[in-house]
């Protein structure tokens, strides 16, 4: 699922005059029937360098992610931030330009805390930074 990273099959137009690296104007996105999701997006060619991924603001262009403002751990690729003294925690993959949620596979019946399969950790290559944070499903409900 995150490796791929949601790389567009087209050439990109433009080059970003901030950063000198290749992009998708407005224009071009429109052309090859972008989802409404990536043009909803800042292109980058017209506006700019885009946030790092490892990032709050790079966060918070994913839907549903205004109340984690805590940045917890990242590696460019996985992510876990969470809301700054609550216990709502959420893990992500970056998918192409925005972060998805990585759901968790169950609950510890022990502790009432998400939990995660040790074979799906490993088919995904969650990295040991992220892992350290995580709990293995053991006695899942």
């Known amino acids: ?5 949601g790389r567009v099959g087209f050439a990109a137009d433009s080059v970003n ?8 104007s407005t224009d071009r996105l429109q052309q090859i029937g972008a989802p409404a999701g990536v043009r909803a997006l800042p292109p980058w060619c017209d506006r700019g360098q885009p946030p790092e991924p490892c990032s709050i603001d790079a966060l918070h ?12 751990w990242c590696d460019g690729l996985w992510m876990r931030a969470g809301q700054w003294q609550t216990d709502n925690v959420r893990n992500f993959y970056l998918g192409g330009y925005l972060w998805r949620d990585f759901p968790a596979d169950g609950t510890s ?7 995660y399969t040790q ?8 990295p040991a930074g992220l892992r350290a944070y995580l709990m293995v499903c053991e006695d899942a409900r």
């Open 1 to 5: 699922m995150h490796r791929d990273h």
């Open 17 to 24: 005059p901030t950063t000198g690296t290749a992009c998708y």
């Open 61 to 72: 262009r994913t839907a549903g992610t205004g109340d984690l403002d805590t940045l917890i």
């Open 109 to 115: 019946e022990a502790t009432g805390y998400p939990c």
């Open 119 to 126: 074979g799906r950790l490993d088919r995904e290559d969650v």
